[in-house]
């Protein structure tokens, strides 16, 4: 079986808020890009986090780019693994990105949301009971997930004061 890569971090000195996700999925592997799949909640969670609530529907290199000017950088948890299809409970054989040492060269970082069980569970772990920032648990933004989006979306709110909100960032 062949080993399922993750993508680099997308982050940069103004990074504040870092969501981790597991891996990606076959959709997104496919895609190249994060959260490809079209019935992922993650752009429409995100966008209305960073007040910017057409997010899902603009170019990638738009999404990423208002995502950097609000201070949020993505990456996931695992840098490698086997896994048959997309879900979570099917990663196998896992390696882990090097979250310390990620989490050393963002000077502004403030928090991590943990998108999914699976990503806190093998995140925290990383990161120690330490850590100098703060963790954050959110609902998984997969299709399999099967909570509400309003439910998920009030949780996922809870991260904006950690989002930069200025002229700049209004969409």
């Known amino acids: 079986m062949d080993r399922k890569a993750s993508f680099g971090p997308i982050v940069s000195d103004r990074t504040r808020l870092l969501l981790l996700?597991?891996?990606?999925?076959?959709?997104?592997?496919?895609a190249a890009r994060y959260y490809a799949h079209p019935q992922n909640q993650f752009w429409r969670l995100v966008g209305s986090l960073i007040r910017s609530p057409d997010l899902h529907a603009?170019?990638?290199?738009?999404?990423?780019?208002r995502l950097e000017a609000a201070g949020v950088?993505?990456?996931d948890v695992v840098a490698d693994a086997t896994r048959i299809g997309s879900l979570d409970g099917?990663?196998?054989?896992?390696r882990?990105?090097?979250?310390v040492r990620l989490i050393g060269r963002l000077p502004a970082l403030r928090a991590i949301g943990f998108n999914g069980g699976t990503a806190s569970r093998i995140g925290r772990k990383l990161v120690g009971p330490e850590s100098i920032v703060r963790l954050i648990d959110l609902p998984s933004s997969?299709?399999?997930?099967t909570i509400g989006?309003?439910?998920k979306r009030q949780r996922w709110l809870e991260l904006r004061e950690f989002v930069i909100n200025d002229e700049k960032t209004a969409f």
């Open 58 to 65: 603009v170019d990638y290199d738009e999404r990423l780019a």
């Open 149 to 151: 989006f309003e439910t």
């Open 73 to 75: 950088g993505l990456w």
């Open 90 to 94: 099917a990663i196998r054989e896992h």
């Open 96 to 99: 882990a990105n090097d979250l």
């Open 142 to 145: 997969s299709p399999a997930y």
């Open 21 to 30: 996700g597991s891996l990606p999925g076959e959709a997104s592997l496919r």
